[in-house]
């Protein structure tokens, strides 16, 4: 049976990834009905292409492929929720694929949003810039001044903590380290408000779980 887990990636932006369902054929990317979510800014980029690779873990050697599904944005509507399944492809020439995978996605229009200017100020933009470049010593000068909102939320309505969960698994171990501590230290942070919740309803533990 194969231990599955994807990667989604959208022109030059961070890769993102999956948490790796084991022994299991069918797998299901979510936790108590809560499915795994991942927000990207596709604005600041020209291509059009979302793609999701799909593979098997090896805990020795390399990962097999198990296909691939290119998504056009260009042909979504805007605002609208899709939920539909969709046939992987090969990822390379040869590669033998069987099987579909199911996504559900949307594209919001939030051209109109600045959420820089509305959201961050002085030392919390500074703050947010170390969580999303995973610098943990930069993080740490920001994160105990009077004059951060750390509840602060971007224009998904994602917290600092909604930020450090949706990183998915970290290829380099200094990076994985810094984000976990940086999680440890806003759980810790006596203003903290771990309710808010995302434009989909969802907190930063259903992510994280």
Known sequence: ???????????????????????????????????????????????????????????????????KVIVNLDELEINRKYDDWFPLIPQKSGDAVTGDIRIVLMLRDNSEEQPDQQVYSNYTKLLWDAVKETDYIGFKQYIDMDDIDINSVDHVNYTLLHTCVSMGSISNREKEENNIKMIIDILSHKDFDANIADINGNTAFHIFC
Do not use: Q
């Open 1 to 67: 049976m194969p231990d599955a887990y994807c990667t989604i990636k959208f022109g030059s932006m961070k890769k993102k990834k999956t948490k790796c369902i084991k022994h299991t054929a069918d797998p299901k990317w979510s936790i108590l009905g809560h499915n795994e979510e991942f927000t990207m800014d596709t604005s600041r980029e020209k291509g059009k292409e979302l793609v999701v690779k799909c593979y098997d873990w090896n805990k020795f050697g390399l990962d097999d492929r198990l296909g």
